[in-house]
């Protein structure tokens, strides 16, 4: 997985409890102390051990952490790919336009580069589902990123989420509405 996500889990583990947790969660998770950058691509095997390591630390269930991680890593993402950002778009635009903007840029830039594939059905303008695809399973951290992108845009309190099947398969889909 693209180092930008491992760089933002050890910022967010240094942020939220302190750098010596950190180092504690690298050996537990039988990783050297080596820095993960964002031009590299590094192994998913290493992910899915510091999730479940960081889970059995704190007794968090592992897909509340990713919820967590992944509305973190938004205020980034955004910043880094904000080129690809129309100035009109809210949530849901955004998340209508992930696959064939910011996550098409994602595959080009590393052929190794592999984001899950987001099916987005637009339902009208104020609804839609995602239907994620990733042989990685990782839906709740597409949960924590939808409501990452939510809060981002200022929309928090109106933006409902929900998984309408389980989170962990490699096929999740999620219902976004606006309240109005
Ligand atoms: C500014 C918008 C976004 C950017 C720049 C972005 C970028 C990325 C990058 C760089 C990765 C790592 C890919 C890899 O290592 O192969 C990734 C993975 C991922 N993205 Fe996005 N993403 C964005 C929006 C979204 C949204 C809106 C969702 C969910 C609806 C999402 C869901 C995921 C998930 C769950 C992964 C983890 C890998 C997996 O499950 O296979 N992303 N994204």
């Known amino acids: 997985m ?10 967010y583990v240094q942020t939220q409890y302190d750098h ?4 504690q969660l690298l050996e537990n998770s039988g990783l050297t102390a080596t820095d993960f950058d964002h031009k590299h ?3 998913d095997e290493h992910m899915y051990r510091l999730v479940g390591q960081a889970s059995a630390m704190t007794g968090i269930p592992a897909h509340e952490l990713q919820e967590k991680l992944g509305e973190y890593l938004v205020p980034d993402l955004m910043y880094m790919y904000q080129k690809l950002l129309q100035p009109e778009w809210t949530t849901l635009d ?3 336009h992930t696959e064939y903007t910011m996550h098409r840029q994602v595959r080009s830039e590393h052929t190794e ?3 899950p594939v987001l099916n987005v059905t637009r ?4 609804e839609l589902f995602i239907d994620y695809v990733s042989k990685r399973r990782m839906g709740a951290l597409a949960v924590g990123i939808v409501r990452g992108v939510a ?4 929309e928090a309190d109106v933006i409902k989420i929900e998984p309408t099947t389980s989170e962990n398969g490699e096929e999740v889909r999620i219902r976004v509405r606006r309240l109005r």
């Open 113 to 115: 580069n592999a984001p």
């Open 20 to 23: 010596s947790t950190w180092i």
């Open 41 to 43: 691509v590094y192994p």
């Open 94 to 96: 955004m998340l209508e």
């Open 151 to 154: 809060a981002y845009y200022d």
């Open 123 to 126: 339902i009208g303008p104020d």
């Open 2 to 11: 693209h180092g930008t996500i491992f760089t933002l889990l050890k910022r």
